[in-house]
């Protein structure tokens, strides 16, 4: 079942470790991770961005621009809908043909859908056959990042010591605002570069033959990892090996559900400080969309910074007090941020500032919560089945929620949505503490 593309990239991965042999080191599972993830969410943000700027005017133009929003959002979560069973899907292909045959596939799969869209006629052209196009190849990207799941971060969390957890715990989510960074900087020079002609008909689409570009480079990145036999010993050692999907809920549901709920408050900010601001500038402002993409590369740069100090206060005071304090700051937040976001230039500027440095806080730790309660052997399949369902319950449907609660009730709803997470986050933590307590 193994392709030619998979056997060769797997083969030339394996050639730069052929004449040497060296010890696993931390520092280039660092590497492998930050580059996958930045990939990862580089695609994501290409998407989300061209969900405001895009999709409505040249997918959905026969409605208002708001409802071709909302159409694109409700498009936008059908990705999260598909992971779980992409990664149903390609831990079987794990189990049988490897990791590398598992990683090689979804990341084609996910570049290539990626790519694929860039091409996509308009509903001008082809009719409503771009929108059922435009939702297969977002299925298709969803699918794809289920099987993306390669075990670094684990292997990375069970390599750190004990004084460095957080640190450690922190370097995989390096990759969002990354990704957000590099693609909000590439719409903003095509927007500020292009016509508003030009830019709808062909500039939108060069990120999406970016993105497909940056997969390649990480997909060979992470490879020359996972196939050396030094890091294929570790992961067996380690028991970090794909279980059926079943018996994992069997064993592990109580830490499932616990681990997909705790970053609650993170996943649900995630949105809310990335899609859902562009789309209300965008739909309820006469702003330029090129200003805010600027912001967004500012909030974003301070978020990155937020994200590795979020290392350093977890290893001093603890990953779960971090986490707790920030729900509660999340929440405070979740009160004045609709003040904020209408409050003209300078109100947008504080909410995003504000909001990434709660964001980097936050989504710093929310993948360490309570991956550490996972028994060895389930650690690999189930930390890919918690993560699946805390990106579909607590950002997969945020920005169609947020935008359909602003345009119907007012903006101070979608503060009031925000803060539901913060109230859920710290239950799941307080949950996790007393079960802690009892064993």
């Known amino acids: 079942m193994t392709t030619p593309?998979?056997?060769?990239?797997?083969?030339?991965?394996?050639?730069?470790?052929?004449?040497?042999?060296?010890?696993?080191?931390?520092?280039?599972?660092?590497?492998?991770?930050?580059?996958?993830?930045?990939?990862?969410?580089?695609?994501?943000?290409?998407?989300?961005?061209?969900?405001?700027?895009?999709?409505?005017?040249?997918?959905?133009?026969?409605?208002?621009?708001?409802?071709?929003?909302?159409?694109?959002?409700?498009?936008?979560?059908l990705a999260f809908?598909?992971?779980?069973?992409?990664?149903?899907?390609?831990?079987?292909?794990?189990?049988?043909?490897?990791?590398?045959?598992?990683?090689?596939?979804?990341?084609f799969l996910l570049g290539t859908?990626?790519?694929?869209?860039?091409?996509?006629?308009?509903?001008?052209?082809?009719?409503?056959?771009?929108?059922?196009?435009?939702?297969?190849?977002?299925?298709?990207?969803?699918?794809?990042?289920?099987?993306a799941w390669d075990g670094l971060a684990s292997l990375l969390a069970l390599h750190a010591p004990e004084n460095k957890?957080?640190?450690?715990?922190?370097?995989?989510?390096?990759?969002?605002p990354l990704g957000l960074i590099v693609a909000s900087g590439l719409f903003f020079y095509l927007v500020n570069s292009l016509t508003a002609e030009d830019f709808l008909d062909w500039g939108w689409r060069y990120p999406f033959f970016v993105a497909f570009a940056i997969n390649v480079v990480a997909l060979f990145a992470r490879l020359r990892i996972v196939v050396t036999p030094e890091y294929e010993e570790m992961f067996t050692n380690r028991e970090l090996q794909p279980t059926l999907v079943g018996e994992t809920l069997r064993h592990e549901s109580r830490n499932i559900l616990i681990g997909a709920f705790t970053p609650l408050a993170s996943f649900a900010l995630f949105?809310?400080?990335?899609?859902?601001?562009?789309?209300?500038?965008?739909?309820?402002?006469?702003?330029?969309?090129?200003?805010f993409l600027i912001i967004e590369v500012v909030g974003a740069i301070v978020g990155l910074f937020a994200v590795l100090t979020s290392g350093f206060i977890a290893?001093?005071?603890?990953?779960?007090?971090?986490?707790?304090?920030?729900?509660?700051?999340?929440?405070?937040?979740?009160?004045?941020?609709?003040?904020?976001?209408?409050?003209?230039?300078?109100?947008?500027?504080?909410?995003?500032?504000?909001?990434?440095?709660?964001?980097?806080?936050?989504?710093?730790q929310s993948s360490g919560a309570v991956a550490s309660r996972f028994s060895t052997t389930y650690r690999y399949t189930g930390s890919a089945i918690t993560s699946d369902i805390a990106w579909l319950i607590g950002a997969g449907f945020a920005p169609l929620v947020a935008l359909w609660l602003t345009s119907n009730l007012g903006l101070w709803t979608a503060g009031a949505y925000l803060l539901s997470g913060a109230v859920v986050t710290l239950l799941a933590l307080r949950v996790n503490k007393m079960l802690d307590l009892r064993s």
């Not at 957890?165 to 969002?176: E, H, K, S, V």
């Not at 405070?332 to 440095?357: D, Q, T």
């Open 315 to 364: 290893d001093q005071f603890g990953r779960r007090t971090l986490l707790a304090w920030s729900a509660v700051l999340i929440g405070v937040f979740a009160l004045v941020a609709p003040l904020l976001l209408s409050g003209g230039e300078l109100g947008e500027l504080l909410y995003m500032i504000v909001g990434f440095i709660l964001l980097g806080l936050s989504f710093g």
């Open 81 to 107: 809908l598909a992971r779980p069973l992409g990664t149903v899907f390609f831990m079987w292909v794990d189990r049988h043909y490897g990791r590398g045959a598992k990683l090689t596939s979804a990341i």
């Open 165 to 176: 957890r957080g640190w450690y715990a922190m370097i995989p989510q390096l990759g969002a």
């Open 271 to 291: 949105h809310m400080v990335t899609v859902f601001p562009l789309s209300y500038v965008f739909l309820f402002t006469d702003q330029s969309p090129a200003r």
């Open 5 to 77: 593309a998979s056997t060769t990239a797997e083969q030339d991965a394996r050639d730069l470790h052929s004449d040497t042999h060296h010890e696993a080191d931390p520092g280039e599972i660092s590497i492998g991770v930050i580059i996958g993830r930045t990939s990862e969410f580089f695609d994501f943000f290409v998407f989300a961005i061209a969900t405001v700027l895009i999709f409505p005017a040249r997918i959905f133009p026969f409605v208002d621009p708001l409802t071709g929003t909302a159409y694109a959002f409700a498009v936008f979560a």
């Open 113 to 147: 859908s990626t790519v694929a869209m860039g091409f996509i006629p308009s509903y001008d052209t082809l009719g409503v056959w771009s929108i059922w196009i435009l939702c297969i190849l977002r299925i298709g990207q969803g699918f794809a990042l289920g099987g």
